[in-house]
């Protein structure tokens, strides 16, 4: 997600999540408007419904994500940023172990806010018969560092696993695969999903590095003189900023599909799409051109949801949203940037863009955007077939969050509106931190009651419809 602005935890550059390695327990109780469900329940709505959430999961430190198994089992896995994954069965129970816990392998969390963690989780297209499944987790560094007097501070690896041949509840630890690594050179904007497209390859979102403004040690210069740093607009120099789409079907460990967009001497031809401050989060939509939606957190002034096309170019640091943006001071406004970057490749403006807190002009509601999934289920066909539900971990660093619709249409910014939950009239009263979608197409909420991976208070919904 979005770093800490400045010296505030408040959670803004990249969503950073973190978790205690504490376990959790799915608990039986029923709390008013959230009751536990069977996840799997996919009841037609019934006439002058509203939508609400019913509490799947609870316990939990700081989940970020939820997937379903594409094996017919309708078992759910939830992602918590301290290393661990947790399976809900379809009847609503959970294993007493985690399919996986791979805290031992990666760097120290911070309790109160950090971006870093086990970060994303996808499933092999051909789970059901290779038990294959990629995580993207932040690994302790390596020796050395961006300069001489600066060591990197993690490492970003996605790795390969497969499940156990005796246990389809748990992970083979001993199959660990390393598929790519990067030096991340600060502790934020890590990106941190991984999901693999309708065309089979797996695409990896990974951040900027870190620090404020694409402009620290290990941030190299880019073709935009007039901005300081740029690693997202450098294409030679390293994978962050970027989406990247790579062949783990072949290749050791993986191949560049012949259709990668960039190529050319020193190119990383595994970059995809690039122009990206942090992007924490993507999703392909299920339906429709399945088109890659993409949150991209901004600095002080902007968030935004990007439709990611091969190629494309979004702007950062160049722009923050759909203004030019300016590194000797970013909460104000550069008069003029350019439209293309030095190839002539056009710089592409957002399709929902909010109004950050931290905007000096006012209207700020929120601190970071947290990206989710067009709609494709059938319990709120009515209200949301074919929108974009998305939301804010926080408007303020106060535990606030809301959830937004926007209906997707032509040129321009899209309209965005605030989606209504019956029990929840003001705001939700949690952090969000992510979003899942099952099989069936409905849509999970992933949300805290702190800013940090610690304590319990990790809770996963279901968005379901209710009697108004």
């Not at 409905?442 to 991976?453: D, K, L, M, N, R």
Request: include cysteine.
């Amino acid at each position: 997600m979005n770093s800490v602005k400045k010296s505030t935890h408040v959670m803004r550059r990249t969503m950073l999540f973190v978790v205690l390695g504490s376990l959790f327990i799915i608990s039986s109780f029923q709390i008013t408007g959230c009751k536990k469900t069977d996840p799997s329940t996919n009841n037609p709505p019934a006439p002058n419904v509203v939508p609400n959430l019913q509490l799947v999961a609870d316990n939990l430190v700081s989940p970020l994500s939820v997937t379903e198994a594409p094996d017919g089992t309708k078992r759910l896995f939830i992602v918590d940023q301290t290393g661990k994954i947790w399976i809900v069965n379809s009847d609503g129970t959970k294993p007493a172990n985690p399919f996986m816990d791979i805290s031992s392998k990666m760097v120290s969390l911070s309790p109160a806010y950090d971006e870093r963690g086990l970060l994303g989780f996808a499933f092999h297209p051909d789970f059901k018969t290779n038990g294959k499944f990629y995580v993207f987790y932040t690994a302790p560094p390596r020796a050395g560092g961006p300069d001489a007097q600066t060591p990197w501070n993690n490492l970003t690896r996605i790795s390969e696993f497969k499940v156990s041949l005796s246990n389809s509840n748990l992970a083979d630890m001993s199959s660990e695969r390393i598929i790519l690594e990067a030096d991340h050179p600060q502790g934020n904007h890590n990106g941190g999903t991984i999901a693999f497209g309708p065309d089979g390859y797996l695409y990896i979102s990974i951040g900027d590095g870190g620090a404020s403004d694409d402009n620290a040690a290990g941030h190299v210069a880019d073709w935009y003189a007039a901005n300081k740093g740029g690693n997202a607009q450098n294409i030679t120099a390293n994978l962050m900023g970027k989406v990247l789409r790579i062949d783990v079907n072949s290749g050791n460990p993986y191949s560049i599909p012949a259709d990668n967009p960039f190529s050319g001497t020193g190119v990383k031809r595994e970059i995809y799409a690039h122009g990206f401050r942090n992007p924490y989060r993507f999703a392909f939509d299920m339906g429709g051109t399945h088109q890659l939606y993409l949150g991209d957190a901004g600095q002080g002034l902007y968030e935004e949801i990007d439709v990611v096309a091969k190629g494309g170019n979004y702007g950062w640091n160049v722009k923050e949203g759909t203004v030019c943006f300016n590194t000797d001071n970013d909460l104000s406004i550069r008069p003029s940037c350019p439209i293309a970057d030095s190839t002539g490749n056009p710089l592409i403006d957002p399709v929902i863009q909010l109004t950050n807190f931290a905007n000096p002009a006012g209207g700020g509601i929120a601190t970071v955007i947290v990206a989710g999934y067009v709609y494709r289920g059938t319990i709120l066909s009515s209200l949301f077939q074919g929108k974009y539900v998305f939301g804010v971990f926080s408007k303020d660093g106060k535990a606030n969050a809301k959830l937004y619709s926007s209906t997707p249409t032509g040129s321009g910014l899209w309209a965005y509106s605030e989606i209504m939950l019956k029990d929840y009239p003001i705001d939700l009263g949690m952090f969000v931190k992510g979003f899942g979608q099952d099989l069936s197409g409905e849509i999970y909420v992933t949300a805290t009651g702190v800013q940090g991976p610690s304590g319990t208070t990790g809770k996963v919904y279901k968005l379901v419809a209710v009697a108004q």
